[in-house]
């Protein structure tokens, strides 16, 4: 089963799930144990989100943070650790990502990473400011389908 990994420094992994097994190898890729959040903020998508990754301290995901928040129309809370994008059904079982969910994810990732590179010459004026922008960008990379 097609899926994604995005690193907390926003490179995109493509990954081949299994099908019989998916929710074990999920929670090798996001590096939990025992604990995965499932986060539904695209109708034919699941985040699947390191169940304790805010109370470890691991490093915000900005990247699934940012296709998140584009997702869902709305500034979200902070995500940390890595964060595995499958498909969902309308059911709400997890399969196959589509082409074009696939597309907004390594969309959003690169944007988030030429903004990140951007900014350590040109700094944003504030925290409101950056977040604003990240989020203005990722709603273009789902907008026109890049």
């Not at 999920?26 to 025992?34: N, T």
């Not at 604990?35 to 903020?41: E, F, K, P, S, T």
């Not at 129309?73 to 079982?93: K, S």
């Not at 925290?127 to 026109?144: H, T």
């Amino acid at each position: 089963m097609h899926a994604l990994r995005i690193a907390t420094d926003a490179p995109v992994t493509d990954l081949n799930l299994p099908l019989t097994d998916a929710h074990s190898a999920i929670l090798e890729h996001v590096g939990s144990p025992d604990a995965v959040d499932q986060g539904v903020y695209h109708r034919r998508a699941v985040l699947h989100i390191h169940g304790n990754g805010r109370t470890l301290g691991l490093p915000q995901n900005l990247a699934a943070w940012a296709l998140a928040s584009a997702w869902r129309g709305m500034t979200l809370y902070p995500l940390a650790g890595p964060v595995v994008v499958t498909g969902r059904t309308a059911a709400g079982d997890v399969t196959a990502l589509d082409d074009d969910l696939v597309q907004h994810v390594q969309a959003v990732a690169q944007t988030v990473r030429d903004t990140l590179s951007e900014w350590r010459a040109r700094p944003p004026a504030s925290n409101e400011a950056a977040i604003g922008e990240l989020l203005a960008y990722a709603a273009r990379d789902i907008a026109s389908g890049r």
